[in-house]
């Protein structure tokens, strides 16, 4: 399904920076590859469907804008250090990295779906972890740099069926957080986002879980809207570090 072009918002401080994105293969990670693109960074694709980085990375240099991509699973350490690397070796430098890859296999605790816990701890935080240490020594190096950290509401809530998700989101801030107090160079930006239409959830199996997220999706937002709010975290200027952002459906109580 061909995805809406985001509108096009010129902001300054974004120009030929280099941003790696992870999970960039569709909804929040393709829309914001898009978005930045259009106010003229060097967008570095990574995921694991590269047939559809391909075709999105295609769409964006037909714009006239500057993208590559690599392959990258983002629970292999390793994996992620070539990724990084190759964004560097690519541009020179890595100014931001945009920590998106998510998973939400909502369920119950007593249904014991210890694998779906396992996947969720590997891919919500340990990817999160292997981006910062992929990245870290790259922006000490260069002098600055800023980390952007997809959360959700779920770092702040916590709700039957959400118990592993909420916990591994609650992971993610803390990490942001502690992140943030120890930098002196380095920004550091917690995107917190509601209830959005996307691949999220698709690997739900628990069937009341579904039907939970369909219901909350009556009122999501577009992908859109949080690409916005990443191009404004990255847009201002070095000394100021916006932390966290929340993004919710105006009409949505969660």
């Known amino acids: 399904m061909q995805t809406s072009q985001p509108e096009k918002i010129t902001m300054l401080n974004v120009d030929k920076k280099v941003v790696v994105i992870t999970g960039a293969s569709s909804g929040i990670g393709e829309a914001t590859a898009q978005l930045l ?7 570095v694709l990574g995921a694991r469907r590269t047939e559809k980085l391909g075709k999105i990375v295609e769409e964006i240099r037909d714009q006239g804008n500057t993208a590559e991509f690599r392959a990258v699973d983002v629970t292999n350490r390793e994996d992620v250090k070539a ?31 210890v694998e779906e816990w396992d996947t969720m701890i590997n891919v919500n935080i ?20 800023q980390f952007i950290n997809t959360a959700s509401i779920a ?17 993610v801030w803390a990490i942001s957080d502690g992140l943030r107090q120890e930098s002196k160079n380095i920004r550091v ?9 996307t691949e999220l959830g698709s690997d739900i199996t628990d069937d009341a879980s579904k039907g939970f997220l369909q219901e909350l999706r009556k ?3 577009t992908s859109d809207a949080i690409a916005r709010a990443v191009l404004y975290a990255i847009a201002q200027p070095a000394d100021v570090d916006v932390n966290e952002i929340i993004v919710r459906p105006t009409a949505s109580a969660f």
Request: glycine share 12%; hydrophobic share 45%; net charge neutral.
């Open 37 to 43: 693109s259009q106010n003229g960074a060097n967008v």
């Open 83 to 113: 990724f990084i690397h190759f964004a560097k070796d690519k541009f020179g430098c890595v100014d931001v990295i945009f920590n998106n890859a998510g998973v939400m296999p909502l369920s119950r605790l007593d249904a014991l779906k």
């Open 126 to 145: 340990h990817g999160v972890l292997n981006g910062i240490a992929a990245g870290l020594p790259i922006m000490e190096a260069q002098g600055g740099g």
């Open 155 to 171: 770092a702040h809530m916590v709700g039957p069926t959400s118990a592993v998700y909420s916990a591994t989101k609650y992971a």
């Open 189 to 197: 930006t917690l995107i917190s986002p509601g209830v959005v239409e």
């Open 219 to 221: 009122t999501a937002l």
